[in-house]
């Protein structure tokens, strides 16, 4: 026989006020008196009103309080019913064998205050099959007809209850679980920190990785209120320290907790990744915007937000950790709302609306990092970045200093291959790529207008999987296009002796056009047609030189300098780029290819060297030829940096070189990723004006000892897609269930 | 004047001749002990001066000084700033690419890490940029004495670069450590370099051309950092079944044999050296936020001091204040404080300045005026931080402070 507790008689004063507090709860109608349910319960209550066979009892641990309750239901006439179930970590659960007439005392042994429930109505009415009878339901506040009643995925009874398997309890209850609001559980489990080869900071924590109260609660903060987010990092029993190797997206980590909790590993600064609607992810443990992201990955939410086919990174007005432009702000903390109305479309953008406000605070943001855009008090907003206020522009309101892939939409993968290279020739565009042997080959893309706005990561051109050898063309660098006065392709490349060749395709017929033997280029050639004449350019002999292709083939060698007289310097290639009737070229030069805009001044046919103050921010460094193009009368530079890296991209605010101007200046704007920070680029960069479409192409090689070709359609950001902010709160709530079991549609 | 690593007084220790064969293995070349003088304290009210932001970007493991100008690696940029904490100048890698916490020599050239090998001068230009192979990144330098800078890399080797042209003067691989954690290059002292890579035989290297040196005797006793007269401090961990690290402490000599050693009775790890080679031990009970013990032991290993109840000693100033830091939260959360130290005879508090709520993330520079400057996260946000002590600059014992001196090099002077 289970033993009963003597009540002190202090416990018993506090009993007695906490049944009068709840008096008009339970005893206000026989139906409500037979379920109920107290907080802050350390002996006992007595019932006014009997409990019949099948009631269960049973009690919630809550935080702080008892872990170890008994319970004895004790009648008039004496004990009805006890539960002997005493292990340590287990809370009492009884099913009365037999009624319980009033006054009918429930005896609580927990040492601390408990939850006391008591369910008459458990097995005879519970229609939604959550484990909590009607009456109790109503009582809680809980939709007796919908066994989760906050949609978070988590059933109204085991918020209430817990659940207990072979396994492990789930104490959801004391972990902070409310039925009547959405919860959110996450085990945070971390790496540990080594201090023979880590800095494991002034308290040489192995736990440095492990993430703190502080940031506990900055990470919920994300959330609220709408959700209420509960870490375990360790001080319910399921977060730990794991080594490296013993954690990934596997449910068994969760043990019983798999399809309730979150699973997440927390790390040193600098990392972070999560599973599109799933229940895992991870980042560092102390930037919370990165972990706010990645569980919203779990959610489905993408760096757009959703739906997730339109989901583009960077929109200024979507205020939202998940956006790689806010993921560090310090102003945001919570995800968006929705609250702005403004659609931006960027092929058609006013930039007198702006983002429809002239709240200073949102315009001096818009001002700050990542965008730095230019912006005027009464909230005009220069969004195609070329110094100027007009009504309609094209232009990229995502571009943004901060890994903003406003370059990637529709991207196309074209398998293996190096250096790609494009040329607008008569109506379409040629793409030609070398394989892995040096061989080159060809491919044609005559349609861009097959996008589907809701799969912003499907290709939309024709360019098909197969190319085209180009007969006996085996490069040993990047391959020079062009197209002719006569609308054929001309192909420039250096043979494996790194001698120059040059290939025209007119029509369907390929001939040979020279070559140029007794010169070694040591970098990457340039073609380019200008007036009438065909200018090779290419690095050989620490130098840059000129060869002129005509009818018999390439010219003397004529080397390149700057208007001052002196040579230029050998680089990895140049990018020339025909800007109206003047040719400017990107000039890598020196050994760490630092960029020079270089313009052929006609009258002494050499280059003159753009002033340094063309460039606003920093200047770039190519460790191959870059890519260059007139497109939206402005000057666009690609380039891959030195020594290697994310392949970057800048623009010019125009071409206006009077020193009085104000406006589309020869400036270029700080170096941007070209699609984000793991966009590594292989070798050569280049750009392409589609002069029928208006937009900037852009192919490269993706990889850094491997190279997939991979082309650009909207290399300027300019996509016809309407950007929208929206409801991140909605969004999540709709795949909070889902996401615990990784089965969202 | 320059000596053979010779071990504490009444030891005899001092590194008996190996074989012939064997001698070019030890520790030759290092400089004598530095002066024990210690100059007055200041007279000044410990106090934070104050705090701002300076970049939404990680910073790495400490700043460095030079002359009035304090350098920090922001993410790809190093930034000059001067004593107010107000930009001057800064230099973005080649690639963007991150830069790791600069060391700074005489002259000013700041020598950091990323997808090259970059030195800048005081005026933000590029020195020299040497890159490494695609797909490798180097982390912080350590600056040696002979035109030398060494780092370990992502590939797995040890790495030096001359510092007048930036060629890589050899180049020696060791292994990377779990996670592919490239070599930590800890610190030198006379020929040789100190790069740590867990589960490699070796650990000291020929500072001129990567020849390894006598390998240590005991596994997994990895050096710390090295004294005039106490040699190597190396560490061990020994099993942890809590939150802090137990460690057994080392003293070896020139030749990686192993002079003294203090067992770990509960968690414990060398510090930092206060004058005369005093090394700074902290010790606490394996539960989490117990309380911190400072002991004191001299080179010859006798204990001191303590163990008493103290911070975790930080910086150790010219005054022979050393200098604590108390972070009561988990990762970099707060509250925080610094303490001033007394370790001669009793150790006994100083002074105290509450920081705020949040902890130090970088290690620390003191200024010959006693300003101390650090950064810390303050949600995403770094800021640097500034402090007045009463110590006119760092101590001049071989190790008063992470990474050495003020200038993050590293080197045994």
């Not at chain 1, 939604?128 to 809980?142: K, N, S, Y």
């Not at chain 1, 739906?307 to 945001?332: F, I, L, Q």
């Not at chain 1, 970098?523 to 005509?550: I, N, S, T």
């Not at chain 2, 988990?330 to 002074?351: H, K, Q």
Request: charged share 20%; with cysteine.
């Amino acid at each position: 026989m289970a033993p009963r507790w003597p009540t002190s008689a202090s416990a018993s004063t506090r009993c007695s006020a906490l049944v009068v507090a709840a008096a008009g709860l339970l005893v206000g109608s026989t139906a409500r008196a037979e379920s109920g349910w107290l907080v802050a319960v350390s002996d006992g209550v007595t019932l006014e009103v009997p409990l019949f066979a099948g009631a269960h009892v049973y009690t919630v641990e809550e935080e702080g309080g008892g872990l170890d309750a008994r319970l004895e239901v004790v009648g008039a006439a004496g004990p009805v019913g006890s539960d002997e179930d005493s292990g340590v970590d287990r809370m009492a659960h009884l099913r009365l064998e037999a009624d319980c007439p009033a006054p009918c005392r429930i005896d609580v042994g927990a040492g601390a205050s408990v939850t006391l429930v008591w369910d008459q109505e458990r097995e005879t009415s519970d229609a939604d099959g959550d484990g909590l009878g009607a009456e109790l339901e109503v009582f809680l506040g809980t939709d007796p007809n919908d066994p989760d009643t906050d949609g978070d995925g988590l059933s109204d009874g085991i918020e209430i209850e817990g659940l207990e398997t072979d396994a492990g309890i789930v104490k959801l209850r004391r972990w902070g679980a409310d039925p009547l609001t959405a919860d959110i559980f996450v085990e945070a489990d971390w790496q540990p920190c080594d201090p023979i080869v880590e800095s494991c900071g002034i308290n040489m924590s192995l736990d440095q990785h492990r993430l703190s109260d502080g940031a506990v609660a900055r990470f919920a903060a994300f959330f609220a209120p709408d959700f209420a987010l509960h870490v375990d990092h360790g001080q319910w029993g399921g977060g730990e320290r794991r080594a490296q190797g013993e954690y990934g997206c596997n449910p068994d980590l969760l043990g019983p907790r798999f399809g309730m909790f979150h699973q997440a590993v927390t790390s040193a600064l600098g990392s972070g990744g999560g599973a599109d609607y799933a229940f895992c992810f991870g980042g560092d443990s102390v930037r919370m915007g990165v972990m706010a992201q990645e569980l919203g990955h779990n959610f489905g939410l993408e760096h757009g937000g959703n739906p997730r086919g339109e989901s583009v990174n960077c929109k200024p007005h979507y205020r939202s950790p998940m956006n790689y432009a806010y993921t560090y702000d310090p102003s945001v903390v919570g995800f968006s709302r929705g609250t702005n109305a403004v659609e931006l479309r960027p092929t058609a953008l006013d930039e007198l609306a702006g983002l429809g406000t002239n709240d200073p605070a949102i315009l001096a943001g818009l001002a700050a990092p990542p965008f730095e855009l230019t912006v005027r008090p009464d909230g005009a907003i220069d969004w195609n970045r070329d110094g100027r206020f007009d009504p309609l522009v094209r232009g990229a309101p995502t571009w943004a200093y901060a890994s903003c892939e406003q370059s990637m939409t529709h991207n196309q993968s074209l398998g293996d291959g190096w250096d790609p290279t494009l040329a607008w020739v008569g109506g379409r565009m040629a793409l030609v790529h070398r394989a892995g042997d040096g061989a080159l080959a060809l491919r044609w893309a005559t349609r861009f207008d097959l996008c589907d706005p809701a799969l912003i990561a499907a290709a939309c051109t024709d360019l098909g999987e197969a190319s085209v050898p180009i007969p006996g063309a085996v490069s040993s660098s990047a391959p020079a296009l062009a197209a002719t006065d006569q609308g054929s392709l001309l192909v420039v490349w250096a043979d494996p002796a790194r001698h120059l060749r040059a290939a025209e395709l007119d029509v369907e017929t390929w001939r040979e056009r020279g070559a140029v033997d007794d010169v070694e280029v040591s970098g990457d050639p340039a073609v380019v047609v200008v007036g009438g004449r065909v200018l090779v350019l290419a690095p050989a002999a620490q130098g840059l030189y000129r060869w002129e292709l005509g009818a018999d083939g390439f010219g003397a060698p004529i080397a390149e300098r700057w208007t001052d007289g002196a040579p230029i310097a050998a680089g990895p290639g140049v990018a020339p780029a025909l800007a109206g009737d003047e040719l400017f070229a990107a000039i890598p030069e020196g050994p760490l290819g630092l960029i020079e805009l270089g313009r052929l001044d006609v009258a002494t046919d050499r280059w003159e060297r753009m002033p340094e103050t063309i460039w606003q921010v920093a200047r770039g460094y190519a460790a191959a030829r870059p890519g260059l193009a007139w497109a939206h009368d402005r000057l666009y530079l690609a380039w891959k940096p030195f020594p290697y890296g994310a392949a970057l991209l800048t623009m010019s605010e125009g071409l206006d070189r009077a020193p009085e101007a104000t406006s589309q200046r020869l400036r270029f704007l700080r170096p941007n990723l070209f699609t984000n920070i793991w966009g590594t680029i292989a070798g050569a960069a280049s750009l392409a004006w589609d002069p029928e479409a208006a937009s900037l192409r852009g192919a490269w090689g993706f990889g850094t000892t491997s190279s997939r070709v991979t082309f650009y359609p909207f290399a300027d950001g300019i996509v016809d897609l309407v950007l929208r902010d929206q409801d991140d709160y909605a969004f999540i709530r709709d795949h909070l269930a889902c996401s615990l079991s990784a089965s969202c549609p | 004047m320059r000596r053979a690593l010779a071990l504490g007084a009444g030891l005899a220790l001092a590194c008996q001749s190996p074989p012939s064969t064997q001698v070019t293995r030890c520790i030759a070349d290092l400089p004598a002990p530095p002066s024990m003088a210690q100059a007055a304290s200041l007279a000044v009210t410990p106090t934070v001066l104050w705090a701002k932001p300076i970049t939404r970007a990680i910073t790495g493991e400490h700043l460095a000084l030079a002359g009035d100008r304090l350098i920090v690696s922001a993410g790809a940029t190093v930034l000059f700033l001067d004593r107010n904490g107000e930009r001057i100048a800064s230099r973005a890698s080649t690639a963007f690419d991150g830069m790791s916490s600069p060391v700074v020599d005489e002259a000013g050239t700041v020598y950091t890490a990323g997808a090259s090998a970059y030195a800048i001068d005081a005026a933000g230009e590029f020195r020299w940029v040497t890159p490494f192979p695609a797909g490798v990144s180097g982390r912080p330098f350590v600056l040696g004495p002979h035109g030398l800078v060494y780092t370990g890399a992502t590939d797995g080797a040890l790495w030096a670069f001359e510092t007048a042209t930036g060629r890589v003067a050899w180049r020696r691989e060791i292994g990377v450590n779990p996670g592919n954690a490239p070599p930590r290059v800890a610190a030198g002292a006379g020929n040789a370099v100190l790069a740590v890579t867990r589960g490699a035989p070796g650990q000291l290297f020929d500072a001129l051309d990567g020849t390894p040196l006598a390998p240590t005797p005991e596994a997994e006793l990895y050096g710390l950092m090295f004294g005039n007269q106490i040699g190597l401090v190396a560490r061990r961990m020994e099993d942890s079944p809590g939150v802090y690290p137990r460690m057994t402490i080392a003293a070896l000599d020139g030749c990686s044999r192993t002079t003294w050693s203090i067992a770990p009775s509960r968690p414990q790890w060398p510090a930092l050296l206060a004058t005369g080679d005093r090394l700074l031990v902290v010790e606490r009970d394996d539960v989490e936020r117990s309380p911190t013990f400072l002991a004191v032991y001299g080179p010859d290993g006798a204990r001191l001091a303590g163990p008493s109840p103290a911070p975790p000693p930080w910086v150790v100033g010219a005054d022979g204040t050393v200098i604590g830091l108390f972070c009561d939260g988990s990762g970099y959360d707060g509250p925080s404080r610094l303490v001033g130290l007394s370790i001669d005879g009793a150790i006994g508090e100083l002074w105290r300045v509450e920081l705020g709520e949040a902890c130090p993330k970088t290690g620390p520079v003191l200024a010959a005026d006693g300003v101390l400057y650090f950064t810390w996260l303050r949600g995403d946000v770094t800021e640097l931080v500034a402090v007045q002590t009463t110590s006119p600059g760092l101590a001049s014992s071989s190790w008063p402070v992470a990474k050495h001196d003020n200038r993050g090099t590293s080197w045994l002077r």
